[in-house]
């Protein structure tokens, strides 16, 4: 009886356990270890550990250990390169199982976390793009401010001048800082309130799609890959068609004269965003073949003023961020040689 019990308590753990003999080979699996490995015990029965793993050098070398001298081996958030390009993070803990000496074997516990690390980074972004839009709305205040008076003095001055040769002087002076004030505005965003609407996605998308095709060279090809099913979204479409807009423009700048574009649209349930959960969430993606962003480069680009082009003004991703907050959503990036995933995801139905 007691014995069934136990069985079935680790049968029903969300945490995956495994039993590795003194090679290191599965003796045992649980239900939720086949799940984090893709692989039915009866298939991995006898296979040794370090065979269903990519790598992990220290990982194993770490199990080793606590064979040989039976304390138990903890890492927290490892991450595991599995069969089919397969990486999960995991937090591990190794005991000897049954403490004879040698150990007759060894009773490892993986916990998933890549949901948890995901929410917390998503806050994390959350919360740099507030300080940041924090930092240059003040910023930009602080400057308009005292331009607004050096451009009035300039034009007095400009009338009072007795030589108009000189007024070459004031009119740069006038005009620098027109275009430091039109810099800050864009800065600052919108200043007028977001105006809701139900928003069909696809709609904007397309909108997206026609302004790109018209501008884009014509060796880029965008390819549209929609679920129709999408419900409308409660948003400012103008706003939306902004934000969309900045991205997509970006992928035709990375590839220059030829490359394909996909827009991609999918509906996620049950899906949480920073702390919030959602029923329904609007995943566009915005994949494009390019060159990438480099990866010192990608946790800087959605910073206002930083750019990775020489004309660039740094701004399109910044304000495509904040849009995309104001409607209770998120930008995420992912880049490699050949393929950059922009993810716009936003949350459906009205807010109570
Ligand atoms: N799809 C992409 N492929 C490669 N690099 C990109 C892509 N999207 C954005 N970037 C990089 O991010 C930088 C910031 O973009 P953005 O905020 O729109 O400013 P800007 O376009 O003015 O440079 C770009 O300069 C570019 O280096
Ligand atoms: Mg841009």
Known sequence: MYKDYSRRVVEGLSIAVLVLDQQLRLLFMNPSAETLFELSFRKAHQLALPDLIVGAKSFIAGLRQCLENGHPYIERELQLNLALDRTVTVDCTAAPLLERDPPIGLLLELRQVDWRLRISREENIMAQHHTTRALVRNLAHEIK???????????????????????????????????????????????????HSDVSIHEIMERVCGLVEAEAPPGIRIERDYDPSIPPLWGDADRLIQAMLNVVRNAVQALGQWGVITLRSRVQRQYTIGAKRHKLVARLDIVD???????????????????????????????AQSIVNQHGGLIECTSRPGETVFTLLLPLGKPA
């Open 145 to 195: 401010n005292p331009l607004g008076g050096l451009r009035g003095a300039a034009q007095l001055l400009e009338r009072e001048l007795p030589d108009p040769a000189l007024r070459e002087y004031t009119r740069i002076i006038i005009g620098e800082a027109d275009r430091l004030r039109n810099l800050v505005d864009r800065m600052l965003g919108p200043n007028q309130l977001p105006i």
């Open 289 to 319: 073949d390019g060159p990438g962003i480099p990866p010192d480069q990608q946790e800087q680009i959605f910073y206002p003023m930083i750019s990775g082009r020489p004309d660039g003004t740094g701004l399109g991703l910044s304000i």
